[in-house]
């Protein structure tokens, strides 16, 4: 990586150099920080710390793990935990959510449920953010129950 750092003039009050100097460091001291490589490569990638999900009778009680860039909330709820229910509901921030296969079941602004591409449970709102409307955030309640049969 080729990084070329435009140092300020050394009398310059407000500069770099004045900057660093405050903290006892001076220039050759941060040159070689930018010719060393970045991080380790690794092959070996394990998941940060997570809860697992509650298994209860006829139900799984997890959590929000992250909000995406559209405002859907992913769970750490694993479609395995759930397969065998009939009739699945998700209860969150107040409301009971059906699960659904498709987006394009449900009506603009209207919640569902479904299992999303990486197999987990995710809410979301048709056309607009789950989030926002729901008020949730990462670490948010999730459970999911089995009605029976509809």
């Known amino acids: 990586m080729n990084v070329s ?3 300020d003039l050394d ?6 150099v004045q900057h660093i100097a405050e903290h006892g460091i001076e220039k050759d001291d941060v040159a070689h ?3 060393a490589p970045v991080g380790t490569e690794t092959s070996d990638w394990s998941p940060g710390w997570l809860e697992d999900p509650e298994l209860g009778n006829g ?4 959590v929000v793990v992250t909000v995406d860039s ?3 909330l992913i769970t750490n709820i694993d479609a395995s935990l759930i397969e065998g229910f009939e009739n699945a509901i998700v209860h969150v921030a107040g409301h009971d959510i059906a699960m659904n296969s498709t987006y394009g ?4 602004g209207e919640y569902l449920a479904l299992i999303n591409s ?3 449970v995710e809410i979301a709102r048709s056309e607009e953010s789950a989030a926002g409307g729901l008020g949730c955030e990462r ?3 999730v459970i999911v129950s089995d009605l029976g049969e509809a």
């Open 70 to 72: 559209f405002g859907n």
């Open 5 to 7: 750092i435009i140092w």
């Open 33 to 35: 920080v930018f010719d």
């Open 11 to 16: 009398d310059d009050e407000e500069g770099n």
């Open 59 to 62: 139900r799984v009680s997890g």
């Open 139 to 141: 670490g948010a309640p």
């Open 118 to 120: 990486f197999g987990v």
């Open 105 to 108: 079941r449900v009506k603009p």
